[in-house]
């Protein structure tokens, strides 16, 4: 037999965490001649120590079917393809309750080449043959032999494509069959299989099937005791107050109501904390992943594992914390791989029933000690919010004169496009009035009901407001373009003189948000549809309502080339926001369609116009079981200007398509990187849970003078009366007017 070319890829997390036992069932590496555990559908054969297509025609395929045992099982199907030069993959079966009769050629999808071997897509095939491709690859392959691997698990489909020794990504996709436009497939089946288009020199080599069984504790016999709790054990030894070994263990007591586990572990492959555990089978585990550098929260059913949330992180070999914290229904999860202490963000936190139950760990060579158990410790502050804080797509946020000022798609009727919420907290938001207004007959080379995405901006300078949108162009190329236009008031109306002109009139693009770099230039960033979606920067002039581009100047500062940036319906990175931090840039940018998941990464710089290197760790905002599509965010500071806050969308129900989207707000930091480089940015959401109102320590001192007293209130009563426009200084309750409740709040306050 020959030498398998590539082992079991590590996949990558938030798309295929694997809580999963792996069961080779079938490997052939077409040593032999004889194809008979396959069906055939055209002509496949073995030459040259592989498989290919050899006729004439279009294609041929062979497929694998399960065995009886092993079908409905999740599993990997995987393959050598050497010296590709046209059209070949992977199929994966797939049906439909929908379906009216089977598909003519192959019920499912195929992970393929283009027709020149470089690229790869997915593609379906419907019920009279070729359905169509969707997630078009981006990344051409350099050398014509990879090796390409679908795994099927929890219901979605992730394929990769690498080099044959795994160390080169060419192109991953996490697809979900049923939210394509297109898709007729709710389900897969136990079919797999090879497809090569006859005019294809390559061939196929080293097939493999393997199949995934969620994990279940095994029979625990022994009995051990950590700290002051004694465990049912199996292959976990005690040494003094150190657990470790390769096995399980759970306790023999139950928690109950608001309890707090905690213990310091040093990872090894896989670790787990379970907790709420009614029995064996039924309860939670939070994983810590060495290969994936991930971790997961799972709720557990009769044995089955489902995915609550997951996301990218540093597992490291020392010893970190990991605790999980129950009160008031709500579940906090952390692990504190950045040696925060009790700074840290949790992981997860939901609001989670069933947590009553034991608890325990699962050890793979990893080691526990200083385990403590007791009541929780955490306290809601006295005033909080919970997302979502407004209705409204695309957000843009604009602090100025102590009001923010929230700009959202408006859900465009062809007139009223943009509308304007303000705040006085983050937290709390008033809607006001449209901000811009179409003028179909002084914006006739545009096509108004295009407009999206508002992004305003307070030129200092000039002391204008600008508003940036995106719309498509009136005439034969009806391509979007980034246009602008102006206002003396973040109200508006933002208007422009005459027709509306683009930034850049010959380039397709959407979105453009301005930001002042360190050497005092204004740029922008602009998301382009070249390799895929893509996100530039370009130099501009801002001055007395006219905005000049410098397109010599535009750089190509990130495009989709890594797994978080595909979701199957889209290759795409946009909504680019500059964040400037201890000498850096830092970018946050949407991955994937809005329509699905999407997300938020970063990315950073010492140079405004780059090269920007993404953090190993991204999204840094992700889904999760109750939260989808969270993204097109940006960051600003809270009233007082001490902590930092991520604005994003997120879709109003989950798995709706982002037909309608909500804004929410959540707490974000930078926290020092122990292993040096520039600080790493992380979120505390995306959250569904009370959180603490943004800080601002001048909410009742109005005047800013270190001190609450009278002077405060008669501030605010000056202006209870005043006909200037609303001001969030002065609304102490946040309830969207200034009146003599804001007063009465002040005063009994100092009394």
Known sequence: MKKFLFTLLVFACLTVSVCAKETVIYENDFSSSSLSDFTMRGTMQVSDGGVKAVGSGTSAYIAYEFPKQYQGMDYIVEVD??????????????????????????????????????????????????????????????????????????????????????????????????????????????????????????????????????????????????????????????????????????????????????????????????????????????????????????????????????????????????????HGGIVSVYYDNYFEGEDAFPKFEFYLDGTDGKFGLWLESGKVQNLNVGDSTVTLAEETYINTVSPGADPDVLYYEGTYYLYVYAGNDGE?????????????????????????????????????????????????FYLFFAAEQLGSDNSRRVYYASSDSPYGPFTHDGPLVAINPDVTEIDGHPFVGYDGKTYMSFSRYDEGGTIWFEEVTIKDGVVTAKPETATRVIYPDREWDNDGALRLCEGGFVWKHDGYYYLIYATGSYSRHYGEAVAVSKNPLGPYVKYDYNPILNWNYIIDGPGDALMIPSPDGEELYMVYHRHT???????????????????????????????????????????????????????????????????????????????????????????????????
């Open 416 to 464: 009223n496009i943009f509308r304007v919420y303000t705040s006085p907290d983050l937290a709390h938001f008033t809607p006001r009035n449209i901000v811009f207004t179409w003028d179909s007959i002084a914006y006739n080379n545009v096509n108004g009901r295009t407009a999206w995405s508002p992004n305003v901006y307070y030129n200092e300078s000039d002391g204008l």
């Open 653 to 751: 129900v989950p798995d709706n398509g982002g037909t309608l989207r909500d804004v929410c707000v959540d707490l974000v930091k930078f926290v020092e990187d122990p292993d040096g480089g520039p600080d790493i940015l992380t979120v505390r959401g995306p959250s569904s849970t009370p959180q603490k109102l943004p800080s601002n320590k001048y909410r009742y001192d109005v005047n800013r003078d270190g001190v609450e007293n009278l002077a405060d209130a008669l501030m605010v009563l000056k202006n209870v009366n005043s006909s200037s426009d609303y001001s969030g200084y002065y609304d102490v309750d946040a309830n969207g007017s200034i009146g003599m409740a804001d007063v009465v709040a002040i005063l009994e306050r100092i009394k």
């Open 81 to 326: 393809y050497l010296g590709c030069n046209n059209m070949g993959g992977l199929l994966i079966g797939a049906t439909s309750d929908s379906l009216t009769k089977e598909p003519s050629y192959f019920s499912g999808y195929t992970a393929t080449t283009n027709n020149t071997g470089e690229k790869i897509y997915i593609a379906y095939f419907s019920q009279t043959g070729w359905g169509g491709s969707f997630a078009p690859g981006t990344n051409k392959i350099e050398d014509r032999d990879f090796h390409l691997s679908v795994r099927v698990y929890k219901g979605a489909m992730t394929f990769r494509a690498t080099s044959l020794d795994g160390k080169t990504l060419f192109q991953e996709i996490r697809y979900e069959p049923g939210d394509h436009e297109n898709d007729i497939y709710d389900t897969f089946t136990s079919t797999v299989g090879l497809r090569q288009y006859y005019a294809d020199a390559g061939r196929f080599d080293n097939f493999k099937v393997t199949v995934l069984e969620d994990d279940e504790l095994p029979k625990m016999t022994g009995t051990v005791t950590l700290g002051e709790h004694t465990f049912k054990a199996s292959g976990i030894t005690v040494n003094g107050a150190v657990a470790s070994g390769n096995g399980a263990m759970l306790s023999e007591k139950a928690l109950a109501g608001d309890y707090r586990v905690s213990f310091s572990v040093a990872n090894k492959n896989i670790s787990r904390l379970y907790f709420g555990m009614s029995d064996e089978k039924n309860g939670y585990a939070f994983e810590l992943n060495e290969e994936e550098q991930c971790v997961t929260l799972y709720k557990i059913s009769d044995g089955v594992f489902k995915i609550l949330g997951e996301r990218a992180n540093i597992i490291r070999e020392g010893f970190c914390d990991v605790t999980v914290d129950v």
